[in-house]
């Protein structure tokens, strides 16, 4: 059976990045080694445990600096499950997450949709019991 390993996310720095997933959205560093001078192997995830991670690749061009928070076009381009949305919602809000919206009641559940540190759109959700 295969999965979704990891997705690659643009970053203008580790350091900064790594703090802000990690502090902000609660993530946990799973990797970081160096590579190079200049190019680490950085990996965070929501749950080191399951689900897919996110690969932190420090822009190394002008097109890939370009690139930083618009990978998706504009649109939401992740979409973070929760179990308890309100203690969630708090801990991100605390931590001046950038929410784009009220919460809302939705058939699926509740949701907001929120811009990461670069921009990139981000739908938070907690899905209704089955």
């Known amino acids: 059976m295969s999965h979704l390993g990891m997705i690659t996310v643009v970053v203008d720095d580790y350091d900064s990045a790594i703090d802000y997933y990690t502090t902000a959205l609660g993530f946990t560093l799973i990797e970081d080694t160096k590579m190079s001078d200049v190019k680490r192997w950085v990996v965070i995830a929501p749950d080191a445990n399951q689900g897919a991670a996110l690969l932190l690749a420090q822009a190394a061009s002008p097109e890939q600096s370009a690139a930083i928070g618009n990978q998706s076009g504009?649109?939401?381009?992740?979409?973070?499950?929760?179990?308890?949305?309100?203690?969630?919602?708090?801990?991100?809000?605390?931590?001046?997450?950038?929410?784009?919206?009220?919460?809302?009641?939705?058939?699926?559940?509740?949701?907001?949709v929120f811009a990461d540190k670069y921009g990139n759109k981000w739908d938070f959700i907690e899905r209704k019991a089955q």
Do not use: C, I, Q, S
């Open 74 to 112: 504009g649109r939401v381009m992740f979409f973070l499950y929760t179990d308890n949305f309100d203690r969630d919602y708090a801990h991100m809000a605390k931590h001046n997450v950038a929410f784009t919206e009220e919460p809302r009641l939705e058939e699926f559940g509740k949701v907001v």
